[in-house]
């Protein structure tokens, strides 16, 4: 079965600091992988996803990511974060041609003025 | 152009009783899956329905069941609430059956057992 795992369940950081949130997964066939963000008392926004191709992956508000292989990880980096992008973000994995997403417990963001 | 509509945004319930949500897909979207996410956990899937069929079914109890109308539309049901069944069940569509690829998520529908 499919596992998602994130590193961090909270990250804190200061605004216009980088940041990254680390997500590996266990899988040993063709996968895809995105990252999700849920503001307070909403449902989940697309960042971005890895389906194929370049595993560097640019998604919404400056966010990207790089699907690694060798390590099963997929880390969200944003080189210079603000204020509006504290929220809950989530790791996920779909097995290619699949009808579900596989989801990790999340990671809080929290940006600090 | 409507995003995934779900009904009712808040509801409570008390244990023992009967539940439904409901959430429209996006216009075109033939997939609907719910998710129960609880309170600090990711999102868990449920059921996803194709073309009025179920074609996947998440590790829940018989207490929970959906279905799909011919307009695309889905209820989800939960029968004898517990405590436990506190969250935000999340809807999504997509516009094919093996499509976790493109699927769009709803606000969710939180429901408090007490």
């Known amino acids: 079965a499919q596992s998602v795992t994130q590193l961090d369940s909270q990250v804190p950081v200061f605004e216009e600091a980088p940041v990254e949130l680390r997500c590996n997964y266990s899988?040993?066939?063709?996968?895809?992988l995105f990252w999700y963000v849920q503001y307070p008392n909403q449902g989940l926004q697309l960042l971005l996803k890895?389906?194929?191709?370049?595993?560097l992956v640019k998604g919404i508000n400056g966010f990207e990511a790089e699907f690694n292989k060798s390590q099963t990880s997929f880390h969200l980096r944003k080189p210079s974060v603000h204020i509006s992008d504290t929220a809950e973000y989530f790791c996920?994995?779909?097995?290619?041609?699949?009808?579900?997403?596989?989801f990790g417990k999340g990671t809080k963001l929290t940006v600090n003025p | 152009d409507t995003g995934v509509t779900q009904s009712p945004t808040h509801l409570i319930k008390t244990r023992g009783q009967q539940v439904t949500l409901r959430c429209s897909p996006i216009?075109?979207?033939?997939?609907v899956s719910w998710y129960q996410q609880v309170l600090g956990q990711g999102p868990q899937f449920i059921f996803q329905?194709?073309?009025?069929?179920?074609?996947g079914r998440g590790n829940f109890p018989d207490r929970f069941s959906a279905r799909q109308f011919p307009n695309y539309s889905s209820e989800l049901n939960v029968n004898a609430l517990l405590l436990g069944d506190s969250a935000l069940y999340l809807c999504?569509?997509?516009?094919?059956?093996?499509?976790?690829?493109?699927?769009?998520f709803g606000a969710g529908s939180r429901l408090t057992v007490l």
């Open positions: 329905y194709y073309e009025k069929e179920e074609r």
């Open positions: 216009s075109g979207h033939k997939s």
């Open positions: 899988s040993s066939v063709s996968v895809y």
């Open positions: 999504a569509s997509s516009p094919t059956q093996a499509g976790a690829n493109v699927l769009t």
């Open positions: 890895y389906l194929s191709g370049s595993t």
């Open positions: 996920a994995v779909a097995q290619g041609g699949s009808e579900k997403l596989v």
